[in-house]
């Protein structure tokens, strides 16, 4: 089984200003495949990043999909 690890960042400076947040989490569900974790990872990046640009926000997402001790 694999899991998703989410990281998400929103940019407001390029100066190298320590302004912009970032936040890391991981997708409840387990995923049979590392290929179904892509999957979804792929997506859900694509959601994050065109919310944030409906808000007007440069977002930075990436999934990193993980294979789960004892699968």
């Keep these: 089984m ?3 690890l989410v990281a998400v960042c929103i940019a407001y400076s390029f100066d190298n200003d320590r302004v912009n ?3 890391l989490y991981t997708e409840q569900r387990p995923f ?3 290929e179904a974790c892509r999957e979804w990872g ?3 990046e694509l959601k994050l990043y ?3 640009v409906k808000n007007d926000l ?3 997402a990436h ?3 993980i294979e ?3 699968s």
């Design 58 to 60: 440069a977002v930075v």
């Design 32 to 34: 049979r495949t590392h």
């Design 68 to 70: 789960r001790d004892g």
């Design 50 to 52: 065109s919310a944030g």
């Design 63 to 65: 999934t990193a999909c």
């Design 42 to 44: 792929n997506k859900h």
């Design 2 to 4: 694999f899991e998703a």
């Design 21 to 23: 947040p970032c936040k």
